[in-house]
């Protein structure tokens, strides 16, 4: 599975770090992504990291959000700095790579990230 981490509850204009580690056997990993959900709303990407490094970013983050990943460590980041109270959400990580015999997209647990204005 994967392990979220780093949802808080803070304040308009602070920052917040989320992690999320790969734990057990993985391998032929290619795209880590972050998505987000807010209550009453539809699942939306956040920004996508491919196993090259070539990141995408939502319009709604550009400039604020930053995807970036560790493959010695198996964790893919997201550095939000400026978090407005429309980033509240649970936070999801999804990577893409080969467990077992299954090849697909997995989904982390989720992580909050509340923000007040």
């Known amino acids: 599975p994967l392990v979220e981490s780093g949802g808080d509850l803070v304040k308009a204009g602070e920052s917040l770090r989320l992690s999320c580690a790969i734990s057990?056997?993985?391998?032929?990993?290619?795209?880590m992504a972050w998505h987000r959900q807010a209550p009453g709303k539809q699942r939306e990407l956040v920004a996508s990291i491919s196993s090259s490094g070539t990141t995408n970013y939502a319009d709604f983050v550009k400039g604020r959000f930053t995807i970036f990943r560790d493959n010695a460590k198996r964790t893919v980041y997201l550095q939000m700095n400026s978090l407005k109270p429309e980033d509240t959400a649970d936070y999801y990580c999804?990577?893409?790579?080969?467990?077992?015999?299954?090849?697909?997209?997995?989904w982390g647990q989720g992580t909050q990230v509340t923000v007040s204005s």
């Open positions: 999804t990577v893409t790579g080969i467990r077992g015999f299954r090849s697909g997209d997995y």
């Open positions: 057990g056997a993985m391998h032929s990993i290619q795209n």
